[in-house]
């Protein structure tokens, strides 16, 4: 089994910060790729950030320049620093790790957490 736990979202006002952590235990072998997806009210799952196990990045368009993602290998954890929030980054926000589990099973697993609100508002 897999575990992630999430912590870091909360209310912050326009134009402020919150750090999102995402900690990774369990039946894990390596970790391939770990990201962030949010969902808002009525809208689709979407893609947030995402960083590669060689530390690669790639952001949604809309978040670039205020969202920075980033991990601690030793630690199974990835992050995902959020300055300059606005409303329409209100969502809730998930974390999705790729990994392996190793020992003769070299499928690709998904496994998401169990999400996080984040509220911006004033």
């Known amino acids: 089994q897999v575990q992630l736990v999430e912590s870091g979202g909360g209310l912050v006002q326009p134009g402020g910060s919150l750090r999102l952590s995402c900690a990774a235990s369990?039946?894990?072998?390596?970790?391939?790729?770990m990201g962030w997806y949010r969902q808002a009210p009525g809208k689709e799952r979407e893609l947030v950030a995402q960083v590669s196990s060689s530390g690669g990045t790639k952001y949604d368009d809309s978040v670039k320049g205020r969202f920075t993602i980033s991990r601690d290998n030793a630690k199974k954890t990835v992050y995902l620093q959020m300055n300059g929030l606005r409303p329409e980054d209100t969502a809730v926000y998930y974390c999705?790790?790729?990994?392996?589990?190793?020992?003769?099973?070299?499928?690709?697993?998904?496994?998401w957490g169990q999400g996080t609100q984040v509220t911006v508002s004033s």
């Open positions: 999705k790790v790729s990994y392996y589990r190793g020992f003769g099973d070299w499928k690709l697993y998904d496994y």
């Open positions: 369990g039946r894990i072998f390596s970790i391939d790729s």
